[in-house]
């Protein structure tokens, strides 16, 4: 609990009284690897707190799966836009490894929400966190050269190499296998 509660107070700073009043309402929950937490077509019911494991999102286009961001621990994660508006999601969410949560309900949340204005300013700055995150991922993949991207995952998620398929990496960088794997070998270790 102390994570979430870490990770919480770094997003947005909350009262003592709120911070404990919002974290009662998360509950534990651990899933194997494959288990999709959102899929298309389907409402998100959960937000939820990585505390362990790596996760990806993506969306499947002519049964080819693209890959739009992993997630791993000391992050919130969900469909954003399904749980927010109760609409269904557009792509899925996987465990890539087996992954332990904290998750919290819909209901729960609104209730919290409408309760405490200082969780809908949380709510407000997660959220602004994620856009800039999009935004930033959308440029470096329509302006960066392979190798460029490649040097960027190295700088930020090398530790994700040893954790999920080297595929998913290429995937998730717009990169072929095999290129990904000539890069790869190309790092002094």
């Known amino acids: 609990m102390h994570q979430l509660k870490q990770a919480i107070t770094n997003t947005f700073p909350l009262s003592e009284e709120v911070l404990h009043e919002f974290t009662l309402c998360w509950e534990k929950v651990e899933y194997p690897k494959g288990s999709l937490l959102s899929v298309p077509e389907k409402t998100d019911k959960y937000l939820y707190f990585t505390v362990s494991g790596v996760q990806k999102a993506y969306y499947l286009n002519n049964g080819k799966e693209t890959i739009i961001s992993f997630t791993q621990a000391n992050h919130f994660t969900c469909a954003p836009e399904s749980f927010l508006t109760q609409q269904p999601s557009q792509y ?30 949380f709510l407000l700055t997660a959220l602004m966190g994620l856009v800039n ?5 959308f440029i470096k993949q329509s302006t960066l050269r392979i190798e460029e991207k490649f040097e960027e995952f190295m700088e930020c998620e090398a530790h994700l190499i040893n954790m999920i398929p080297h595929k998913d990496i290429a995937n998730y960088l717009s990169m072929n296998p095999t290129n990904f794997s000539k890069l790869l070998n190309s790092v002094k270790v």
């Open 92 to 121: 899925y969410f996987e465990c890539i490894t087996k992954s332990e949560f904290y998750r919290l309900s819909h209901p729960h949340f609104e209730v919290l929400k409408k309760q405490h204005h200082e969780i809908f300013e």
């Open 133 to 137: 995150t999009i935004n930033s991922r």
